[in-house]
């Protein structure tokens, strides 16, 4: 089955600077990959997704890259605020967008220094 | 309502009791997702929900758990002969399936003593 593998699991910056974070997955026929944002004693939030058709898609402050062929994408947060802190997870879907069961990362723990 | 409601919120229950979370998802959203959590993990698949029927029940880890939508819309988790091992966040998430994202709800956090 899908391995995803997430670094780092820690990660803290200044605030203002910028945020990457990096996973790899195993299932070349994976073709959905969103990114979700969990706050402490609440579900994760979905906060960007690409799909395998789409190398880079940016929303505001966030982007996301995918590398096909190295089975690599990686969540870009600019000018990061206190109000980014929290764990992110990134995910996979060999079903393509979301229609079957993800495949997550163990999560990386932003924090954001002010 | 506005977003996907899970109940209850805590349950605390002894090894061996029976125990049922219920997940009420987005109106109108047909699929319908559940996932576990452990603590320092990400989410892990169980079951989904396509209508009423389970159309990947491969996350299950063993029998004794067992979900249920029977009219489509809300569903139940139903944990038999609970263990320890069980404690977990149990999270449910509805959508609408096809090329869409989902959305989560806050977790029902069940602790075995």
């Known amino acids: 089955g899908e391995n995803v593998e997430q670094h780092p699991s820690t990660l803290s910056v200044q605030e203002g600077d910028s945020a990457v974070i990096k996973c790899t997955y195993s299932?070349?026929?994976?073709?959905?990959f969103p990114w979700y944002k969990q706050e402490l004693g609440k579900g994760p939030q979905l906060i960007i997704d690409?799909?395998?058709?789409?190398g880079e898609k940016k929303d505001q402050r966030i982007a996301v890259t995918l590398n096909k062929t190295a089975k690599h994408f990686s969540l870009h947060i600019t000018e990061t605020q206190p109000e980014d802190s929290a764990v992110y997870f990134c995910?996979?879907?060999?079903?393509?967008?979301?229609?079957?069961?993800?495949?997550f990362g163990k999560g990386t723990h932003l924090i954001i220094q002010p | 309502g506005a977003g996907v409601s899970q109940t209850p919120s805590n349950k605390v229950t002894e090894k061996g009791k029976y125990v049922e979370l219920r997940c009420d998802p987005i109106s109108g959203h047909t699929a319908l997702y559940w996932y576990r959590q452990s603590l320092g993990q990400g989410p892990e698949f169980l079951i989904y929900f396509q209508g009423t029927g389970a159309a990947d029940d491969s996350g299950l880890p063993n029998d004794r758990f067992f979900a249920v939508r029977p009219e489509g819309s809300v569903s139940t988790l139903k944990i038999q002969r609970t263990e320890r091992g069980d404690s977990a966040v149990y999270l449910c998430a509805s959508g609408r399936g096809g090329n869409y994202g989902y959305t989560f709800g806050s977790g029902t956090r069940l602790t075995v003593v």
């Open positions: 299932d070349s026929a994976s073709n959905y």
């Open positions: 690409i799909r395998s058709n789409v």
């Open positions: 995910a996979s879907d060999p079903a393509g967008g979301g229609a079957d069961g993800l495949t």
